[in-house]
């Protein structure tokens, strides 16, 4: 089975740009979460999606950050405009909900803001 | 509100030995789910091993292991015969289970563990 896919694997961006980051969750799982991930704040949840549902949106997060869920097998998530404090690594996950809720997480983009 | 503590920000061993990683939560809730995770040196996180607050038995699989102390509110990750390869940084996450509507999962700030040759 396919497990979570990224794209791009990594990223660069002048400041004030505005970046898509995409994930596809693993087929089936209906739970879908995007992190950013830094050596001091570590993991970090941006967005929580149920089946195309926004459970949670990270509060610090939204003024520029905004994912959607376009159907239960695509997700993107849009920052606009990027600043350098932005550089950082994205992560998707996804699980399933009613299981056993151990998420399985994609290989990251790595988004450098100059 | 939940919170997950690894104490532990580095820990080196040497090869073939067994380590223990300790991490401490806490909860309102009396069922929950306790996850460890590893992240390599690629940046890819992948799933080991998971405990259910209700099941007095340590979960084990491959050559990790937990050691569950519910009254203590602690999970500990014990891997036996260390590999070079299991040089990695390790989390710990929990997610409540009565009452919550959500899959979300609350991570530790994860411990770096080296393997020597």
């Known amino acids: 089975d396919a497990g979570v896919t990224q794209t791009p694997r990594h990223e660069v961006a002048e400041k004030g740009q505005t970046i898509i980051l995409k994930c596809e969750p693993v087929s089936g799982h209906n739970d879908l979460f995007w992190y950013r991930q830094t050596k001091i704040q570590g993991l970090e949840l941006l967005s929580y999606f149920r089946s195309k549902s926004l459970m949670e949106d990270g509060g610090a997060f939204k003024d520029r950050f905004k994912a959607e869920m376009l159907n239960s097998s695509f997700s993107t998530l849009k920052i606009q405009p990027t600043e350098p404090k932005d550089s950082a690594v994205y992560l998707c996950a996804s699980s399933f909900w009613g299981s056993s809720y151990e998420q399985y997480f994609g290989p990251g983009t790595r988004l450098t803001v100059l | 509100a939940q919170k997950v503590t690894q104490t532990q920000t580095s820990i080196s061993v040497m090869e073939k030995t067994t380590v223990t990683m300790d991490c401490v939560y806490e909860?309102?809730?009396?069922?929950?789910?306790l996850f460890w995770y590893k992240q390599t040196a690629s940046g890819e996180i992948v799933f080991l091993i998971r405990?259910?607050?209700?099941?007095?038995e340590n979960a084990t699989v491959g050559h990790y292991s937990l050691n569950f102390q519910k009254p203590k509110s602690s999970i500990g990750l014990i891997i036996t015969a260390t590999q070079i390869e299991d040089s990695a940084v390790y989390f710990c996450a929990m997610r409540e289970y009565t009452g919550a509507n959500t899959g979300k999962l609350t991570f530790g700030h994860g411990t770096i563990l080296r393997v020597h040759p």
């Open positions: 405990q259910d607050s209700y099941k007095k």
């Open positions: 909860t309102q809730d009396s069922s929950y789910f």
